[in-house]
């Protein structure tokens, strides 16, 4: 059945995709190859342009399209009506949104953003970037409070993120998690202790010549073809684009490689989801990723569950890793395999293993819900911070670029979106657990350098289904029942004891 | 006196130029690092664009505004009035144009573009772009229809890039150019047939990387600054950009440098008078440059006044290219000197010496005027390009790729914008016999490799007038006198009369 308002609704929202995927693609330049004076007039053409996208986003038409769209005899079927309820939550979200906010806010987080990148690259403390901080933060409070006066704030963020999802959700995963965390860790302390891991090995002086042919080879066993993606160098790695122009960034340091590699894995995984999505439903909200844990589910799984299991890395390490960079010659594969995968505390959380990331994730929750609700200020970031790094990873923070400012989030006004890297470990080992029901031979296949098998069934059961699900549904409908943190904490349990041999 | 109309004007006109500044900076992210496979959806992203551009350039609102503050009790300033003219200009431009006609446009042109550059790599018949250039000069015509549909064609189209210049103007230049040009061959024709240049000592391999500090030392010397700016790689060097980033494409060819040298001289010229333009005035009309010509006057001064210049060269060469790419160290100054002088003809406009350059260029005048007025039709195109070439320069055109598809501009629907090469010449000429009264040595502040004074002089005098004047009237204020093309055939004059001792 044709329906002249379905129509219309879908062109008018496909030109808003495009028009958010070119400030997306100026962003990406911002933080790749713009010139850094560039800054402050790149941040009032993209508030512009925010501006612009609100306007159209909100404009009555669409509201009346969208009614129009929601009665009973629209003819429209499955796939079109979830468009239209999609549509209609973003609608709904962007309307209640004033348009001045929505370009202080562009505005803001542009500077935040960029002035937080010299701040860590130069090592500067954080005082020097508080004020900008501060404004942000307000901000995004305001913002929640337009979008829903009446919920938690915070829940209202975190909803942006991963639709449906609240703080006390969040806590009846991570209550659990964090006991069984801290179980694992003290299982295996004696095991760590005899044989005490030395992460310093592994860095070592590699030419970012040679980092990026590793990098390239890693695009490519992800099934990541070079006409439709590029990886590119940033201070924070990060993916952005859709369609058929997906780009990844990673960081190339001198002397620790590793870093490179498993951003790669990471990005890599982000960018494999965008790709994959329904092409029939590209710039329609169905064609969308459905949000950011299920993305996190993917990045994290190229990352983890097959960048670091033992078995990929048996081929992966020699054939790779010290056939691109000789240095690591000198180095075993057990040993690497050892190390990379050590429970040991990092004050970094992307370099941190996958037993103690989870603890860099839970305090963050814990200090953005705190921030938020107005229970600290941001000027005491930094000491409860280093407080709580010390208290749950017994480590001492010496400066803050290797503190507070580690990560771009909070800079960006991207608050509620930490947990989100959780979710995708609960829900990417539930997902795991399903697929080697169908797939009993998957680590065979990565002994192999074979990624192809296990991409598949990414592509077919979670990619392609673009945004038809919300997250939980999702989860339902690949594994027979909801999320629960039990599949995460078998995987990790199964994983350590065989490493460890305990 | 406050004008709220100019102020409100000003503020949708800043607003336009951000707009149309994003839209440049993603036709730069095609030409330098795209996906090849994202080609498509970013037409469709552009052509949105430039439909949002084209309707609040054209709403009635700009119209009405531009009329009360052309009331005689506006009490604007001279510059207020000047904005408001070059507003009204395009304001009136824009208006005549169909909206759908600029979508169709931005789209095809991004298409031609797109498939004209990987004709041109892989070397292939012109046949192959044949109809996708077809459309776009159909589209080219229906645009100079609509802007003017009295005027003759080609003229609408030269305004474009060349206020106020028509066919019989450039005709008025060309015509003793041509003879003189000509006159001038013949005059050192038994010279250079004595000493026949070998062009081919100068196709040296040279690793991209060394070619790469070349560029960079060039565009220090030239006083653009590395945080307004960048180098990158592109098919066809180009410029783009403006106020604090302005950004310049070259090509790097592995055994011929000297293209890579050249092309960074003359984008880094276009790229120093956009940074140059004045910064009291930037986003409004006066703070623009005014014209491709007086454009290319400034990257035809840096590429060829300065940058060929026998007494620089004697620094340049030895000092930068000698010790930047040592596989130079066999050849000796005098010969480079002579060498990258030679008056010899080329297949390439853009590897042509100054004299016969003239030539590349009034032929793609003769055949572009031709093509618009249905005198020829687009699939003439090699053969006449092939015999023109043989007749003008004497060079048999072997393949597409060095004959009708070397430049981008007609697939990129820039027909018209040719000549504005040659007007470059014609007009920094003059310009350069108009500086030598006050810095009498500026060949000897080149001989050291001091840009600074000629540099401080070109800022002053064209660069910072922005779109103050038009181009004839830029040149009458700079050298008391309209343009003529006396002085650019006296320099060629003096300048190979030094070369070559007669």
Redesign the interface.
Known sequence: MVNANYDELSKQMK?LR??S??QS??YW?IRT??????I???G??LA??GR?IHEKATNTQIGELISQCNKSDSGLDSIQKRNVELWKRDHDRETKLPSDLVVRLTKQSTITEHKWEQAKQKKQNFAIIKPELEKMVELVKERARALDPDKPMYDVLLDEYEPKMTAAGIDSYFKPLKEGVIKLIKKYQDAVADNPPNTTILKKNIPVDQQKQVSKWIMNFLGI??????V?EAEHPFTT?L???V?ITTHYLDDDPTGAIYSTFHEGGHALYELNTPEEHWFSAVGETISMGIHESQSRFAENIVGKNPIFLKYFYPKVVQKYMPAFNSLDTDTFIKTINAITPSKIRIYADEVTYNLHVILRFEIEQDLIAGKISVGELPDIWNAKMEEYLGVKIENDAEGVLQDTHWYAGLIGYFPTYVLGNIYNSQMLATMRKSIPEWEDQLGVGDFSKIRNWLVTNVQNKGSIYDPIDLINNICNQPPDTKYFLDYLNEKYSRIYNI
Request: proline share 9%; aromatic share 2%.
């Open positions: 030109e495009h028009l995927n070119s693609i100026l330049d190859y713009m010139p850094s004076e560039g402050e007039q790149r009032q053409s512009i342009l612009i073809p070079p006409n439709r993606s590029r590119d684009g369609a058929k122009d780009r």
